[in-house]
């Protein structure tokens, strides 16, 4: 008799192009999708960057309405709605945070056997939302049965003494290798001449710390330095707002949402990223995997660094000199190896992370059985 595909219900905000949602898809182009098939519960009505591929790799899409509403009610009562029409999810894997400890307790209320809680984080905004959010998130450990961390970082914000195993943010490494050729190409297609390429991607939001870049680009007197910006956000107009008050529109470029990172990389000569927190950032890894030269905020987990290349940095906003000579440095000193050494980044290898999720949504499914 052949043996029935495990479907995992993916419980996340939306499948937009960002850091979680990219980790999720890199498992699901790679894990072996004969055995393990992905579902998604997103939390909006409107389509999202993935949507469109998650249907052709055979996943299914559920829609709540949460993120358009924000009504609470409705929430608890379309979750219910949701796990008593679909007894056949035995695995949830929770990666929205904020709502965690909720939609876990009603799987639980719901029989569902498995219920995985996945922290991508390891720290909170300081606002009164952030920190509303951040109290009601430390109950998700109630409520699951294993617990999953991008960090050893994230694992201690979310589940303190409890126990968690760390699933670091994967990549296929091949794709972002540096390839000289490739640099050529792209730095041609995007009029990119003598030009030193700053690096950024991330969504324009608070976490990200966009104007401490904005600053540090105002201190460098370098018209030849440019700063790309790659992502969208709620923040992106205030940030465009801020580049022209400032006068840096020719040295600081919006590229929007892009589906050919991994070339753009190849064009950059330096990547930063001065996020006041992050769980573990999958673009620190990529840029690592480049072959470039980073300079990290010292909030960020040390475990992201695998490169030599990595400079961590205060992002105390008297600190904007320090990157800006850092930068300055990295002009003058322009290392041309970009090469890496695979096996250093095995734990980060998205067809060895994707082959052990596939090793434990196997075990879970067999505590049911």
Known sequence: MEKKVIRVLNVVPNMRAAGIETFIMNVYRNIDRSKVQFDFLVHNQEEEFFDEEIKKLGGKIYRLSFKDDKNIFKYIKDLNKFFKEHKEYKIVHGHMQSMMPLYLYIAKRNKVPVRIAHCHRGNFSKTLKGIILHIFSRFAKYFSTDNFACSDVAGKYLFKNNKYEIIY?????????????????????????????????????????????????????????????????????????????????????????????NDLYQAMDCFVLPSFYEGLPVVGIEAQVAGLECLFSNNITKELKVSDKVKYLSINKNNINEWKKEIENLINKQDENRNIKKSEYRLFNIKYISDELLKKYIYYSSRYE
């Open 169 to 261: 943010n994967g990549i296929n490494i091949e794709k972002f290798q540096f390839d000289a050729e490739k640099r050529k190409e792209i730095r041609e297609k995007m009029s990119v001449h003598d030009e030193y390429i700053i690096g950024h991607i991330g969504r324009f939001e608070l976490e990200k710390n966009h104007k401490f870049l904005i600053n540090v680009m105002k201190s460098i007197k370098n018209k030849k330095v440019v700063l790309w910006l790659i992502g969208e956000g709620t923040l992106e107009a205030d940030i465009k707002k801020l580049v022209k008050k400032e006068g840096l529109e020719n040295v600081v470029q919006f590229l929007g949402l892009r589906s050919d990172v």
